[in-house]
């Protein structure tokens, strides 16, 4: 319970201890030049909102995240674009025991969840204030998604792979010259292939394939705690 009360206290007091360590004479509204001696052209980005619905209990808040863990920008032109890249690799496996009357173990299921999610864009930034800018791109994404179970009846397995790519506004708040908080919503027209495997024992197996064009959109629900060099 300390352990938790303590990094309660450190999410509340990082925001602030990092805006304080700015000198007060520093206008951030004037993006510097990635031209300079000291310009930091990278920056990379983690997802704390898992560690924030731990920290705060928030795991009955079933709001949509986006997919991407990782992030990664490099700035040019004065800082008011940027490459951008984002990853997520999400494996998860766990397994089903059948309880039989009198406490006898029944037939066991595996089940298995896979997703791979990578995007790749460009992105104008526009400041609003000393603290604010705006991030205004487009990207190109690629998804594939698993979701499959086994048994010793049959083997199941749904796989879903999207194309595709659409515009994405985002909003920073800097906390330094370093860090900043980073939250973005997007929507992505993507072309899905889907194929549902459907195996019986011991030689029965069915294939289906098929291809539509999907909507994909992502809230921002998702907060991103960055870091630039």
Do not use: C
């Amino acid at each position: 319970m300390k352990v938790k009360n303590y990094l309660i206290l450190w999410a509340i007091a990082l925001p602030f201890s990092l805006i304080a360590q700015e000198n007060d004479n520093t206008d951030l509204r004037v993006i510097p030049s990635v031209d300079a001696p000291k310009a930091k052209r990278f920056e990379i980005g983690f997802n704390t909102t898992p560690l924030i619905k731990q920290v705060f209990n928030l795991s009955g808040n079933n709001l949509p995240q986006s997919p991407y863990d990782f992030s990664v920008r490099y700035y040019f032109r004065n800082n008011t674009m940027a490459y951008r890249f984002g990853t997520g690799i999400r494996y998860h496996e766990e397994k089903d025991v059948d309880i039989l009357s009198g406490g006898a173990t029944g037939s066991e299921t595996k089940f298995k969840e896979e997703l791979y999610a990578f995007r790749n864009g460009v992105e104008w930034i526009k400041p609003i204030n000393k603290r604010l800018k705006t991030h205004l791109g487009a990207d190109f994404i690629y998804t594939y998604r698993n979701n499959g179970s086994s048994n010793s009846f049959n083997d199941l397995s749904d796989k879903t792979t999207l194309i595709g790519g659409g515009p994405v506004l985002g909003l920073s708040f800097e906390l330094s010259k370093s860090f900043s908080l980073y939250t973005e919503t997007s929507i992505y027209v993507a072309q899905a292939k889907t194929v549902n495997d459907r195996k019986q024992r011991p030689a029965s197996k069915t294939t289906s394939e098929g291809t539509t064009k999907t909507l994909t959109s992502i809230l921002p629900t998702t907060l991103y705690l960055t870091f630039r060099f």
